[in-house]
Nanobody, 126 residues
Framework: QLNLVESGGDSVQAGGSLRLSCVAS????????MAWFHQVPGKEREAVAA???????EVADAVKDRFTIMKDNGKNTLYLQMNSLKSEDTAMYHC????????????????????WGQGTQVTVSS
């Protein structure tokens, strides 16, 4: 059974940086795509960035110039490098994985992922 464990969330000042990590384990077949989603209370879980096994990435427009998604296949680890953090980046960040991809040209929706981690909290204060 696929297990995803996130880490790296913290409380930081606006303008700071964080790197989130997500370690995947327990699968019999490697995920085809992995992604980071964020969620604030009362709102939908939204995609931040995604990457497929070919290395194709998609990053949400709101963070495109500040966040980078990376995958280390050897370590079964997904990363999200977050720079120039803003207060509006405050959210719970969840790692997601699936055996299928998503249509190119947009970030995926949460309905396109079957495996989820528990999340790691990012709080940015101004």
């Amino acid at each position: 059974q696929l297990n995803l464990v996130e880490s790296g969330g913290d409380s930081v000042q606006a303008g700071g940086s964080l790197r989130l990590s997500c370690v995947a384990s327990g699968y019999t077949k490697p995920p085809y795509s992995m992604a980071w989603f964020h969620q604030v209370p009362g709102k939908e879980r939204e995609a931040v960035a995604a990457v497929d096994s070919d290395g194709t990435t998609e990053v949400a427009d709101a963070v495109k110039d500040r966040f980078t998604i990376m995958k280390d296949n050897g370590k079964n680890t997904l990363y999200l490098q977050m720079n120039s953090l803003k207060s509006e980046d405050t959210a719970m960040y969840h790692c997601a994985a699936d055996l299928t991809g998503w249509p190119m040209g947009r970030v995926p929706s949460r309905y396109e992922y079957s495996g989820w981690g528990q999340g790691t909290q990012v709080t940015v204060s101004s």
